[in-house]
Each structure stands twice: as C-alpha cells, then as structure tokens.
C-alpha cells in the first residue's frame, strides 16, 4: 500500500469520526412543553370546609412522604394551615372524629385536607405511601396532635 493510500484511509477516517461530533454541535437541543396534569385545585378541604386564610409570616412549603403499616390509623389530629395529600399506593380513609364524615382516597388520588378539625387518616389492607404538601410558616408545626394523642409522625 503506497503512502498515498495510507493517507487518503486516515483521512477517510478522521472524517467519519469528526462529521457526528460537528453534527452534534450543531444541532440544538429541543424545546417543549411539559404535559400538565393537574391534580389537585380547590378553596376547601375534602369534607367541605372552605380555606379561609394563610398563616401569617413568612411562607414555608413542607412535603413529606409519609408510610402507614396497613391496617393503622395515625392519631387524631389537626392541621393549621392548608395541604394536599397525593395517594402514591395503597388506599387513605379520611375521618373526621366530630361528625364521622368519612372519604376514601385511592392510589392516584389527591385531597385538600382538613384544617383545624379533628381527623384521622387510615390504611387499606396494603402499605398506603402518601405524599403530603402544606403550605405553613417557619416554626409552626404541620400537624398537632387532639388531647391525649400522640404525634401524627
């Protein structure tokens, strides 16, 4: 093979490798849009309860995932400010003490919850995994225990 030959190979090759590397400089980056679902949009909690106010001072948002053994039920509690409960698995009935209300929120579902009435939630016969997002302050708890209760979480 002459070095004629030789050379046209090299180059034959560095062409080859340097086309996709040029190519990929110069081809932008898409943009899209995402696909928006909304889960959740409302002025009131699941049994009713209209949302009247927000904490006062500065806003805080908290999101925790919360795990429930199935067949529990977290202790009676209240909440002092508005959140959103997302159902990752498993199944939540919501109660509320005073008045029995109840509502079963499924896999894929999402709630508002209830702020300053007593409820609890309860587990399915599977774990139930929940993703909870409140809209507090700094400093204020997310969720107080009912007299004679322990902790939510």
Request: hydrophobic share 35%; glycine share 10%; charged share 15%.
């Amino acid at each position: 093979m002459t070095f004629k030959e030789i050379l046209g190979i090299i180059v034959t090759l560095l062409g080859t490798i340097a086309i996709p590397s040029a190519f990929s400089q110069q081809t932008p980056t898409p943009i899209a849009s995402g696909h928006r679902e909304i889960l959740l949009e409302t002025t009131k909690s699941w049994n009713g309860t209209p949302y009247t106010h927000y904490p006062f001072g500065q806003p805080q948002l908290t999101t925790i995932k919360l795990t429930l053994a199935p067949r529990t039920v977290l202790p009676w509690h209240t909440h002092p400010f508005p959140n959103s409960v997302y159902v990752l698995s498993g199944t939540l009935t919501l109660r509320d003490r005073d008045d029995g209300k109840t509502l079963v929120v499924h896999q894929g579902q999402a709630v508002g919850e209830s702020v300053d009435v007593v409820h609890r939630g309860e587990a399915g016969n599977e774990p139930t995994v929940l993703l909870i997002t409140y809209a507090g302050t700094p400093g204020v708890p997310t969720s107080t225990p009912a007299k004679g209760q322990k902790a939510e979480y």
